[in-house]
């Protein structure tokens, strides 16, 4: 059974920092792309971060690119988001999702789409306010 669990989020100010972990079992992880989606108060589901299975190449939403970085370390089986200079509209519930293929290779829009996303976990609540 395919299990994600998200940690690491908290209350942060404007311009800081936070790194969000999504420990991932149940299934081989090093076999597929996974991303992170957030969902702010009174708003639909949006895609942040995707990365390869590999780790080899990485896809951001134009709202976090260059403030935030995906990676991932598949001895650990978990995947990471470092976000940088967080901004009020940052705040959300973070989540982790696998991808429902294994080993894709394919551009950005393929992991910004959510349909291609079997599994979720239970998020982690971003805040950032002074």
């Known amino acids: 059974q395919v299990h994600l669990v998200e940690s690491g989020g908290g209350l942060a100010q404007p311009g800081g920092s936070l790194r969000l972990s999504c420990a991932a079992s149940?299934?081989?992880?090093?076999?597929?792309?996974m991303s992170w989606a957030r969902q702010a108060p009174g708003k639909g589901l949006e895609w942040v971060s995707g990365i390869y299975d590999d780790g080899s190449d990485t896809y951001y939403a134009d709202s976090v690119k260059g403030r935030f970085t995906i990676s991932r370390d598949n001895a650990k089986n978990t995947v990471y988001l470092q976000m940088n200079s967080l901004k009020p509209e940052d705040s959300a519930l973070y989540y982790c999702a696998k991808d429902r293929v294994l080993n894709t290779r394919f551009g950005g829009s393929y992991y910004a789409s959510l349909g291609n996303y079997d599994d979720w976990g239970q998020g982690t609540q971003v805040t950032v306010s002074s």
């Open positions: 149940g299934f081989t992880f090093a076999s597929y792309a």
